[in-house]
């Protein structure tokens, strides 16, 4: 099995800060703030950036689950599942994500809430998930022609993280590897901005 590389801990931050994906267009995304920390095992981050691109199409992106292996080397798996009984959307993926010397597998079964092509909530479905509990949103506001990007996330993992990868770890490999990351995202959705606009 690959590993894929992470940036940050555990895999859900995988699509801040481990993209693969590469792409000839330049951008200039810009991580704006991290905020990261934790009560005993279970663990928050909030950031905020700045995009290059529309808010359709960096929506988009982060609803493409069926790809999602093709935007990070972390991401093993990712696909829609069948909907749940009373019709809400549930997404699997499966990251591997390493970190100092520990490497973990991390996966979900969640339930997927779209709001307005402007918020998405993910909610882990524990009984189908190594995690605890965990919640993941992403908030989407135009900024002119530009995206500004909210993401928030808490998690509880069901297998035990050695105290040393903590939020100083954390916030400290975010901002090293984060703008980067981001920049390769922000590709992504410009190549569909590129695309709407060549069909006008």
Not at 63 to 79: C, I, P, V
């Amino acid at each position: 099995m690959s590993r894929g590389r992470i940036a940050g801990w555990p895999a859900s931050l995988a699509l801040l800060v481990s993209v693969t994906f590469s792409t000839g267009l330049a951008g200039a995304a810009e991580l704006v703030d991290i905020q990261v920390s934790n009560t005993g095992n279970q663990y928050f981050l909030e950031s905020e950036s700045l995009l290059k691109a529309s808010v359709p199409s960096v929506f988009k992106v982060l609803l493409d689950y069926d790809n999602f292996t093709k935007l990070s080397s972390a991401y093993e798996q990712g696909r829609y599942l069948e909907p749940a009984p009373d019709g809400a959307l549930r997404v699997y993926t499966l990251a591997q994500g390493c970190m100092l010397f520990v490497c973990r597998n991390v996966e979900k079964v969640e339930t997927l809430e779209i709001f307005l092509n402007r918020r998405i909530v993910a909610t882990v479905i524990p009984e189908y998930s190594n995690l605890e509990q965990g919640v993941t949103e992403w908030l989407l506001t135009a900024d002119g022609e530009n995206t500004r990007l909210g993401y928030r996330m808490e998690l509880t993992p069901k297998f035990w993280v050695p105290p040393l990868i903590g939020p100083p770890i954390i916030r400290y490999v975010l901002a090293k590897g984060g703008e980067d990351a981001l920049q390769r995202l922000e590709a992504v959705a410009r190549e569909f901005d590129l695309e709407h606009a060549t069909k006008d």
